[in-house]
């Protein structure tokens, strides 16, 4: 058991020793010259599991999506975001301040996009309207407790966004849950976007890290923005190293952190003071509504067992599960929550 059971993100992980070797063994270089040898192995290695041509290392998935709409859309121009996307909430009002982007937001049905009000949503330029020029997906979607869009309609989106011109930036940050969840290979959810993202510090247990994919023309001037950015680093290989160790041995696990959560989520719907949204969580995050205070909770889980949990507003609160939460964590949580709810 893990001491403290931190269950509040998947972003929580510290890399194991064997993360930490291969981090100590890296070779570097300069990645503002393109000099680094473990960042280029691992962006070639992330455009060949994303099917794209290039990819870009950066610092954090924030500083992806922030590239992309920088790169995608011209000021003024509209960007179609669901209303509860990362990008929408917890960005600080980065298509705003650095995009300069206009938000459009349409409301999702538990993480799933409404095809209908999408197609309804897009504007062409004229002398009275901006145009849209992006259309935003998540998935998995963090907000709606790690819920997978279905490939059919990342396939109608795609066809619609571009019928309309606009292209699509998918937010894949964890799209590997999404991956082994279903079965689908990454490529096959990057096929039916331009550009996608996905990040190492998440379920793949690294301490920093996105990759941004795309066309080498577009990776190109994307390349430009982060540096823009600040996000030019240097000797960055030795984060590089990690995520090339992560991609090798961290992804297949994800199925155990999708496993945890259902036992969890199950536990959580026999009890009467709090519900699970789902006793089947599609991946590896749960909400629950509680009823009573959830900050209330979580201070008791944190102070008599050692629990950490989010309270996401008064009475809601959220589990994810990782690399670094096993079985009998997942037991000690249960039986700590059958004790206060
Ligand atoms: C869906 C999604 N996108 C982007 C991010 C941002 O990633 P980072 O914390 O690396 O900036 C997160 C972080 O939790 C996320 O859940």
New binding site residues.
């Given amino acids: 058991m893990h001491v403290p059971i931190d269950l509040r ?3 929580v992980t510290r890399p194991g020793n064997a993360m930490r070797e291969a981090m100590m063994r890296a070779e570097v270089g300069d990645d503002v010259y393109e000099d680094d040898p473990s960042v280029n192995v691992l962006q070639q290695k992330a455009a060949e599991i994303t099917g794209k041509e290039a990819a870009l290392f950066t ?7 922030a590239i992309a709409l920088k790169t995608h859309v011209r000021p003024g121009e509209e960007v179609l975001l669901d209303s509860e ?3 929408m909430i ?2 600080l009002g980065m298509p705003a301040t650095l995009a300069l982007a206009l938000t459009r937001q349409f409301q999702s049905v538990q993480g799933i996009p409404d095809v209908r009000q999408i197609a309804g949503s897009f504007h062409q330029e004229s002398l009275h309207t901006p145009r849209t020029s992006l259309l935003v997906l ?1 998935n ?4 709606a407790g790690g819920a997978i869009i279905p490939l059919e309609i990342h396939r109608t989106l795609y066809e619609l966004a571009h019928a309309h011109g606009a292209a699509v930036h998918l ?4 799209i590997f849950n999404a991956s082994v969840a279903t079965g689908i290979p990454v490529c096959e959810f990057a096929r039916y976007t331009d550009t996608i ?1 996905f ?1 190492l ?2 379920g793949l247990g690294c301490p ?3 990759l941004l994919c795309g066309s080498a023309q577009w990776i190109k001037q994307a390349r430009r923005n982060r540096k823009m950015l600040g996000g030019g680093m240097r000797q960055v290989g030795f984060l590089a190293a990690a995520g090339l160790y992560a991609l090798e041995h961290n992804i297949a696990r994800l199925k155990e952190d999708h496993q945890r959560i259902r036992t969890l989520a199950e536990a959580v719907a026999q009890m009467k003071g709090i519900q699970p949204d789902s006793a089947a969580p599609p991946t590896n995050i749960l909400y629950c509504t509680t009823e009573t205070s959830a900050e209330a909770l979580c201070t008791r889980l944190q102070a008599e067992y050692g629990i950490l949990c989010n309270a996401m507003s008064a009475n809601r609160v959220r589990f994810v599960a990782h690399i670094d939460i096993d079985d009998d964590d997942i037991m000690h949580t249960i039986k700590a929550l059958q004790e206060l709810c």
């Fill in positions: 993100s998947d972003t610092a954090s998935g924030t500083m992806s999506n996307a990362h990008s917890y960005e998540e998995t979607h963090n907000r937010d894949g940050a964890r993202t990040c510090s998440k920093v890290g996105s």
